[in-house]
T-cell receptor
Framework: AQRVTQPEKLLSVFKGAPVELKCNYSYSGSPELFWYVQYSRQRLQLLLRHISRESIKGFTADLNKGETSFHLKKPFAQEEDSAMYYCALSGLTGGGNKLTFGTGTQLKVEL | NAGVMQNPRHLVRRRGQEARLRCSPMKGHSHVYWYRQLPEEGLKFMVYLQKENIIDESGMPKERFSAEFPKEGPSILRIQQVVRGDSAAYFC???????????FGPGTRLTVL
């Protein structure tokens, strides 16, 4: 069975401090990992996916297969980063791209 | 492009009634996913549909729940004889292809009294 674990329900950091949102997964095959973000009063949107290897809004995430982790990092937090962040996994099953989500981490960036 | 539309945004039903949730995918998208989010939990996959076909319904409860995506019109998630445990946020997502990015709707918050 596939599972995504986000151990922190709430993460509070000061503006300018580094951010690391933790995500661990379990999956027997080769998964695709994603980070989704939900800003206040907005809909869920894709932030980044591991196959793209991009940096979006200063955030990066590296897939570590040995540790089965996909932590989201940003060197300097900004106030506008305050949001709910969900880590998600997609298995290469037959057809479709159904996502398994973690329970989410609320990031609060304080001034 | 208005994005994925869901209606109603809020739905209140009494136990035993039926709930119908609608999802209009983005223009040009023929793949639709439904997810449910219970309080304090992450989104959980329910069903994946393409036009007129259910591709994967492995996350759907065996009874009372059904989904369709007709050739014309929105996708419908139907819950018959609702119970209090059905109270949740239901999200729809659409994509242009099976492996393409999913775009989410704003969700429908169902409350069962």
């Amino acid at each position: 069975a596939q599972r995504v674990t986000q151990p922190e329900k709430l993460l509070s950091v000061f503006k300018g401090a580094p951010v690391e949102l933790k995500c661990n997964y379990s999956y027997s095959g080769s998964p695709e990992l994603f980070w989704y973000v939900q800003y206040s009063r907005q809909r869920l949107q894709l932030l980044l996916r591991h196959i793209s290897r991009e940096s979006i809004k200063g955030f990066t995430a590296d897939l570590n297969k040995g540790e089965t982790s996909f932590h989201l990092k940003k060197p300097f937090a900004q106030e506008e980063d305050s949001a709910m962040y969900y880590c998600a996994l997609s298995g290469l099953t037959g057809g479709g791209n159904k996502l398994t989500f973690g329970t989410g981490t609320q990031l609060k960036v304080e001034l | 492009n208005a994005g994925v539309m869901q209606n109603p945004r809020h739905l209140v039903r009494r136990r035993g009634q039926e709930a119908r949730l609608r999802c209009s995918p983005m223009k040009g998208h023929s793949h639709v996913y439904w997810y449910r989010q219970l309080p304090e939990e992450g989104l959980k996959f329910m069903v994946y549909l393409q036009k007129e076909n259910i591709i994967d319904e492995s996350g759907m409860p065996k009874e009372r729940f059904s989904a369709e995506f007709p050739k014309e019109g929105p996708s419908i998630l139907r819950i018959q004889q609702v119970v209090r445990g059905d109270s949740a946020a239901y999200f729809c997502a659409s994509s242009a292809g099976a492996r393409n990015e999913q775009f989410f709707g704003p969700g429908t918050r169902l409350t069962v009294l």
